[in-house]
């Protein structure tokens, strides 16, 4: 069984420009959710994917979107970076959307903006 | 909103001592309960859950139950190891399409 694999998991960009991070969905899974993890804080949930379509969303503004594809992985696309944007992001999949609460997380994509 | 609580850490501990780590949440309705960890250079893991009123949640000696009264669902484990250490999150669920809501973490080191 695979499981969450993010990419990449490191990276540096500057103020105003774009990123795309990835996210593939542990085998079965249907459902991609998202989270932003500031420093020290938990993580806040961004957006979930469901069969390809936005299924519920976080307080982040219209510059965060995303994508699912067809085998479930997804993306996740930042435009207009910000410096509060730096943080560790996470993607997470499940089976379905009940409220099971439990999900599969990815090790996380680091960003830095400067 | 809904919330979640967490002690603030970090919490350390000498090896074979009692945990606790206290989590107190506010949500409206009735939620599901959470406690994950993440251990160094891994991704979060489910430790336990429990999804109604007097549950309790265990697994890999670790316990928490579930108080509708105090609003709380603490963490407890009677004897700890070096394996422990970790960050743990408390989180809830309930607003529909398996989103969570964490609490800010509770980092946990065990000393031999």
């Known amino acids: 069984e695979t499981g969450v694999t993010q990419s990449p998991t490191h990276l540096i960009k500057t103020r105003g420009q774009q990123v795309t991070l990835r996210c593939s969905s542990q085998s079965g899974h249907n459902t991609v959710s998202w989270y932003q993890q500031a420093l020290g804080q938990g993580p806040q949930f961004i957006f979930q994917y469901y069969r390809e379509e936005e299924n519920g969303r976080g307080n982040f503004p219209p510059r965060f979107s995303g994508l699912q594809f067809p085998n479930y992985s997804s993306e996740l696309n930042v435009n207009a970076l910000e410096l509060d944007d730096s943080a560790l992001y996470l993607c997470?999949?499940?089976?379905?959307?009940?409220?099971?609460?439990?999900?599969?997380f990815g090790e996380g994509s680091r960003l830095t903006v400067l | 909103g809904d919330s979640v609580t967490q002690m603030e850490g970090p919490v350390t501990l000498s090896e074979e001592a009692f945990l606790t780590i206290n989590c107190t949440y506010t949500?409206?309705?009735?939620?599901?309960l959470f406690w994950y960890v993440q251990y160094p250079g891994e991704g979060l893991q489910l430790l336990l859950k429990a999804t109604k009123a007097d549950d309790k949640g265990s697994n890999k000696g670790f316990e928490a139950t579930y108080r509708k009264e105090t609003t709380s669902f603490h963490l407890e484990k009677g004897s700890v190891q070096v394996s422990d250490s970790a960050v743990y999150f408390c989180?809830?669920?309930?607003?529909?399409?398996?989103?969570?809501?964490f609490g800010a973490g509770t980092r946990l080191a065990v000393h031999p």
């Open positions: 997470a999949s499940s089976a379905g959307t009940d409220d099971t609460g439990e999900l599969f």
């Open positions: 989180a809830l669920s309930g607003g529909g399409y398996n989103k969570l809501i």
């Open positions: 949500a409206t309705g009735y939620p599901s």
